[in-house]
């Protein structure tokens, strides 16, 4: 589990891709492996990665086909920035919002202009993604967690203050980059709920929790 605040940035050593799968070896710059031990996980751009090796200063980790397929990791090139978030602790500051590092798919870059001292960015979903996001909700982007300001059928934007920009590798983006998508995690759970509706094992309840989302849907 992870909170969506970046720690470092980290520099792409290797990507060596087999007809299936690949290892990424990533050195960690500023980010402390002291604590880490072969098996902890490990975000990458968003995207939660199991260390298999260890080496001080960097790490390598297994990316399965699934990964490469929903997730930017396929296209990281040597020297290639990234951004790097250790699992969270039970004792870590809880500063962004419940982030898994399972990536939903990737959204484009559409539009980025300055505002304030801030950037503003849109981005265009993949088709089925929209019905997830929510106008002053989080999402997750190249595990970076960010408030929606605004949403509109595929699109949505957020806000990048100049500390965000500095300690991670969105200020790198430009019209047109791919970058990886995680929903709020309350969102994905709470639609399958109201797909199955409520449980046959309580048949006599009348006042379930699913049947009050669904009574503030329809209201």
Avoid: W
């Amino acid at each position: 589990m992870f909170t969506g605040i970046i720690q470092a940035v980290g520099k792409v050593v290797s990507l060596q891709r087999s007809s299936t799968d690949a290892r990424l070896k990533i050195d960690t710059g500023k980010l402390a492996l002291a604590d880490t031990q072969l098996g902890d996980s490990i975000a990458v751009n968003g995207v939660c990665l199991t260390a298999v090796r260890l080496d001080g200063q960097s790490f390598e980790a297994d990316v399965s086909g699934e990964t490469l397929s929903r997730s930017s990791l396929g296209d990281l090139t040597q020297g290639g920035k990234v951004n790097l978030e250790l699992a969270m602790l039970p004792s870590t500051r809880f500063g962004g919002h419940i982030v898994s590092g399972h990536v939903d798919g990737m959204a484009m870059l559409a539009e980025l202009g300055e505002q304030g001292q801030s950037i503003r960015m849109r981005f265009t979903l993949p088709e089925g993604l929209e019905r997830y996001v929510a106008e002053k909700g989080s999402i997750c982007i190249d595990g970076v967690s960010l408030t929606v300001n605004a949403v509109a059928d595929r699109d949505f934007e957020v806000n990048l203050v100049p500390h965000t920009l500095q300690e991670t590798i969105l200020d790198d983006y430009r019209v047109g980059t791919r970058v990886n998508i995680e929903v709020d995690i309350i969102a994905r759970y709470l639609e399958r709920m109201l797909q199955y509706g409520t449980p046959t094992s309580r048949p006599d309840s009348d006042d379930s929790f699913v049947e009050k989302i669904r009574d503030m849907f329809d209201d």
